[in-house]
């Protein structure tokens, strides 16, 4: 049996879900959004996976452009799992439309709720030691079903989420561009490249030994998180600014905006392009 996963991770939360799916399975190749889809087929897999973070109520959209472009096997087990925190929106729908473009569709779905990783608009929320031991006992749960191939309707957007969504979504939609135009690195940057490195997007190029953004940033902040010396600053777009504000207020979170990336995910293993996991 071929079992192949296909990611997309900013600060680790999908990665780890992932690799501990596959661990499930017996056996899988992990393959980052990072790759060229044509490289990285599912032809011939008959267990196909799509694990990513809900962005904006959605999937990212490089995952969404890697999935269109994918040639996969319609007859596999296809199943997804979305990591958020509050509101996974449209993401399973939006997958579920390009699956049945190419005459398949999920199997399963499953949202899961994680340390939420927004950190250039808020602090890390819920604190990591609650949330990463529901992180593994739903993934176990998760792990369980997919491994018996169980099939399991995705959730669906509800009737307010669907109303509200391009008033909701739209400021953020606007400056999505803009997002990565605030980031620079300050005199603790020692050109190492972890960054340009980690970036699912690559949208960083090393210049001079300082990184450069390329406005194709979905905001994921794997730079800002995995930078070894906390270089990386942030000037927040308005929008994300107040969402902040009024997140903070509600929640009562501290201040500071500390930076969060899954303990158990390291930068070199968002710099690989392949994982096998055996
Ligand atoms: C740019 C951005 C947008 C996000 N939008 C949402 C959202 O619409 N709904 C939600 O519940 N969580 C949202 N989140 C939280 C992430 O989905 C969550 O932290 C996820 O587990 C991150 O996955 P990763 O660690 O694999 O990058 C957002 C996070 C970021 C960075």
């Known amino acids: 049996m071929k079992s192949v996963i296909y990611y997309y991770t900013g600060t680790g939360n999908s990665l780890k879900t992932a690799m501990t799916i596959a661990g499930e399975l017996g056996s899988a190749v992990l393959y980052s959004v990072r790759n060229k889809p044509e490289k990285v087929s599912a032809k011939d897999a ?4 799509f694990v990513c973070p809900v962005y904006e109520w959605d999937i990212p959209g490089a995952f969404k452009s890697f999935i269109k472009d994918l040639d996969m096997n319609p007859n596999a087990y296809i199943f997804m799992v979305a990591t958020y925190i509050a509101v996974h929106g449209r993401c399973f729908e939006t997958v579920e439309e390009i699956l049945s473009g190419k005459g398949t569709r999920l199997s399963y779905g499953r949202a899961l709720r994680c340390v939420a990783s927004q950190c250039i608009a808020y602090p890390p929320f819920p604190p990591e030691k609650l949330m990463l031991p529901h992180m593994e006992r739903k993934t176990k749960e998760i792990c369980e079903e997919i491994a018996a191939k169980k099939n399991r309707p995705y959730p669906r957007m509800s009737s307010l989420t669907r109303k509200r969504y391009p008033k909701a979504m739209g400021p953020y939609m606007a400056v999505e561009q803009e997002y990565d135009k ?5 005199d603790r940057c020692i050109g190492c490249s972890t960054c340009e490195k980690v970036c699912p997007n690559r949208n960083i190029t090393m210049t001079e030994k300082r990184p450069v953004w390329n406005h194709r940033c979905h905001g994921c902040n794997a730079c800002v998180a995995y930078c070894p010396t906390k270089a990386i600053q942030f000037k927040t777009p308005k929008a994300y600014r107040e969402l902040g504000t009024i997140i903070s207020k509600i929640l009562r979170l501290p201040e500071k905006r500390k930076r ?3 303990p158990l995910i390291k930068a070199s ?3 690989k392009d392949r994982i096998d996991i055996k």
């Open 260 to 262: 969060y990336h899954h």
């Open 269 to 271: 293993d968002l710099m």
């Open 182 to 186: 605030g980031f620079y690195t300050d």
């Open 46 to 49: 008959d267990v196909i996976g």
